[in-house]
């Protein structure tokens, strides 16, 4: 089979993880796939360019954290192929594996025997009068926000056509289940359980609104988002994954619904709630320890 090798921007770690990696897939008779933007390649590795990768490989390794897998979901997701995530970030919530489980969960994954778990996206699409509309994926996020500036927006929010309220914020956040523990949760938005046993749903969330009856809303992945400016404010920004970014003026239209094509992942023995006791310290008690 051919891997592919995402790896995060500080490459050390990686690289020392991807040259040990490399000598032992091709004595078990894989292809190790590298992109050229990443810089790295070992001897044996074929090289490609990342927009090339989906439809160069078989399945895609990710040596990083959150932020590399977010990358993976751009350049794999569309092609289905799936994603093995080794953490070598800081937080790790996507990628499910530790570095020294890299070749035994490489090895399941080459035989058939990890599951398969299949997380929405967002499809987002741009809007400026008198130009083509551009469209972005999200794995966790999309965000209208203020930029630079310390001030308040206002976006009129509208959901399949029908008026939902004027926000005056810092933002909004158009979050998936999976960006339901980033930034959405970050705001106090709802965690929404993603994967096969959770819910195909958009959270719209609030940054620091000015009201106190705006609340999260929790839509149907079937629906469609449109945000739009409520007044003329200039430095506004929309943002999708910190991945890519756009100038967001009076007149333009930003459009979210469930993408085509999840992002297909490899899941490790972890459940999601194992998870956010792991990582985010669900549900532990402040007053252990606590003298009484």
């Given at each position: 089979?051919?891997?592919?090798?995402?790896?995060?921007?500080?490459?050390?770690?990686?690289?020392?993880?991807?040259?040990?990696?490399?000598?032992?897939?091709?004595?078990?008779?894989?292809?190790?796939?590298?992109?050229?933007?990443?810089?790295?390649?070992?001897?044996?590795?074929?090289?490609?360019?990342?927009?090339?990768?989906?439809?160069?490989?078989?399945?895609?390794?990710?040596?990083?954290?959150?932020?590399?897998?977010?990358?993976?979901?751009?350049?794999?997701?569309?092609?289905?192929?799936?994603?093995?995530?080794?953490n070598l970030g800081q937080l790790g919530f996507l990628a499910g594996f530790a570095p020294a489980e890299a070749k035994t969960a490489l090895?399941?994954?080459?035989?058939?025997?990890?599951?398969?778990?299949?997380?929405?996206?967002?499809?987002?699409?741009?809007?400026?009068?008198?130009?083509?509309?551009?469209?972005?994926?999200?794995?966790?996020?999309?965000?209208?926000?203020?930029?630079?500036?310390?001030?308040?927006?206002?976006?009129?929010?509208?959901v399949d056509d029908e008026f939902i309220a004027s926000y005056r914020a810092d933002g909004l956040i158009i979050a998936t289940p999976t960006g339901s523990t980033a930034y959405n949760m970050a705001a106090g938005g709802p965690i929404v359980v993603p994967g096969s046993y959770g819910l195909s749903a958009m959270m719209l969330t609030p940054i620091c609104a000015h009201a106190l009856t705006n609340r999260p809303l929790v839509i149907g992945a079937a629906a469609t988002i449109r945000l739009q400016l409520g007044a003329d404010t200039r430095g506004v920004l929309i943002t999708v994954d910190a991945q890519w970014g756009h100038s967001f003026l009076s007149g333009d239209v930003v459009e979210m619904t469930a993408a085509k094509s999840p992002l297909v992942m490899f899941e490790g023995e972890k459940s999601f709630f194992d998870v956010m006791r792991d990582k985010l310290h669900w549900g532990a008690r402040s007053d252990r320890g606590a003298k009484g």
């Open positions: 089979m051919r891997v592919g090798f995402i790896l995060k921007p500080d490459k050390t770690e990686a690289g020392v993880l991807l040259e040990e990696l490399v000598p032992w897939l091709r004595d078990q008779g894989h292809v190790p796939v590298v992109t050229s933007e990443d810089q790295i390649a070992p001897e044996g590795t074929e090289v490609v360019p990342e927009v090339e990768l989906g439809d160069s490989v078989d399945l895609a390794v990710i040596l990083g954290g959150d932020g590399t897998m977010l990358r993976a979901s751009r350049l794999v997701a569309d092609q289905g192929r799936p994603v093995l995530g080794v090895a399941a994954a080459l035989a058939g025997k990890l599951p398969l778990a299949k997380r929405m996206r967002l499809a987002v699409t741009f809007k400026r009068p008198g130009a083509a509309p551009v469209v972005r994926y999200a794995l966790n996020d999309a965000v209208l926000h203020q930029g630079a500036m310390a001030r308040l927006v206002e976006i009129d929010a509208f």
